[in-house]
């Protein structure tokens, strides 16, 4: 059973920048991404990696951020720049889809 850590989370100002990591027991060579959920709203998809290692953005932060991966630290890193106020939230990383391996997830704030 996969095993995933997030860190990095935090406060910012808004036009800032965070770098958040999430390292993983087995390996970061599946479908992996990032996750998030605002407050009194549904977990959304941030970034993510596809089975056939392509990367997918959501349309408010497709140019701000990225999603990068290192196998040999077996790590998942999402680099978050210009952030803003709306991209609160808690930040959770996934391996294998909604249906797979979740982190326990990371407080991102965001002031303005």
């Known amino acids: 059973q996969a095993q995933l850590v997030e860190s990095g989370g935090g406060l910012v100002q808004a036009g800032g920048s965070l770098r958040l990591s999430c390292s993983t027991s087995d390996g970061v060579y599946s479908t992996m991404g990032w996750y998030r959920q605002a407050p009194g709203k549904q977990r959304e998809l941030v970034a993510m990696?596809?089975?056939?290692?392509?990367?997918v953005y959501t349309d408010a932060v497709k140019g701000r951020f990225t999603i990068s991966r290192d196998y040999a630290k077996k790590t998942v890193y999402l680099q978050m720049n210009s952030v803003k106020p709306e991209d609160t939230g808690v930040y959770y990383c996934?391996?294998?889809?909604?249906?797979?391996?979740w982190g326990q997830g990371t407080q991102v704030t965001v002031s303005s």
């Open positions: 996934n391996k294998g889809g909604p249906k797979g391996y």
């Open positions: 990696f596809t089975s056939s290692l392509n990367t």
